[in-house]
Nanobody, 123 residues
Framework: QVQLVESGGGSVQAGGSLTLSCTAS????????MAWYRQAPGQERKLVPS???????KYSDSVKGRFTISSDKSKYILYLQMNNTKIEDTAVYYC?????????????????WGQGTQVTVSS
């Protein structure tokens, strides 16, 4: 059962903007904290921004002030607005559902991953 599906990746010139979308199942959207991770070639996957059930957002220093995470709860869609992009933002971006409540307990960590979408920033 597919829980997370990303879209919106592609190529952009440095300084440009791109918006990623992640469509989630209602269960995931209502019971998990949502996040975007990215993985550049040869590097480990890293958390970029996160959004918890109370609407609290956290950003890595590398994207703070340039990226915005948001959601449309009526459509179960998570967004990542990427502005003022840099070459070092080039990576595969993954939508993720973290710390999910299953009705009995909270399962800490990333419970579900999307398939990933490539973002390439060129000079």
């Amino acid at each position: 059962q597919v829980q997370l599906v990303e879209s919106g990746g592609g190529s952009v010139q440095a300084g440009g903007s791109l918006t990623l979308s992640c469509t989630a199942s209602p269960y995931v959207f209502n019971n998990c904290d949502m996040a975007w991770y990215r993985q550049a070639p040869g590097q480990e996957r890293k958390l970029v921004p996160s959004l918890d059930g109370l609407g609290t957002t956290k950003y890595s220093d590398s994207v703070k002030g340039r990226f915005t995470i948001s959601s449309d709860k009526s459509k179960y869609i998570l967004y990542l607005q990427m502005n003022n992009t840099k070459i070092e933002d080039t990576a595969v971006y993954y939508c993720a559902a973290d710390d999910c409540w299953n009705g009995i307990e909270m399962k800490i960590g990333t419970n579900y991953w999307g398939q990933g979408t490539q973002v390439t920033v060129s000079s």
